[in-house]
């Protein structure tokens, strides 16, 4: 038995197809740049923050501990109890994958990022 399709209960075209592919790509287009730039623009923040936590508790260290100006802080086992600890029970390290140093007790800044300047935007204390 042979079935026919009634007119007008036709699929999508081609070109149809195309154009909501087109429409999609162009979307795309504008939305992943700046979803990687908000990526890196929210790392950035966390580490500066984690940057200022070290750098509070390197202040308290120094004033509980008697430390004088040039003296040098062991990180992060002099910090851990001044620093609120992620869950794995370490003190936060920067979500871009830099690594902490501290530099000398009365220093401006007290804590870097190992990524400083070489990532946009910078890792660093303003």
Known sequence: MKTTRPKGLGGFTLVEIMI????????????????????????????INNLRQIDTAVQQFAVEAKKHVG?????????????????????????AGGTYSLTTV????????????SVTPAHLQP
Do not use: E, F, M, W
């Not at 592919?21 to 580490?47: D, E, F």
């Not at 001044?82 to 920067?94: E, F, V």
């Not at 009365?106 to 300047?117: D, N, R």
């Open 20 to 47: 909501v592919i087109a429409i999609i790509a162009l979307l795309a287009a504008i939305v992943i740049p700046n979803l990687l730039r908000a990526s890196a623009k929210s790392q950035a923040t966390a580490c």
């Open 71 to 95: 003296d040098i802080i062991t990180y992060p086992d002099d910090l851990t109890p001044y620093i609120h600890l992620n869950p794995q029970g370490k003190i936060p390290s920067c979500p």
């Open 106 to 117: 009365g220093s401006v800044p007290s804590a870097l990022c190992s990524l400083g300047t």
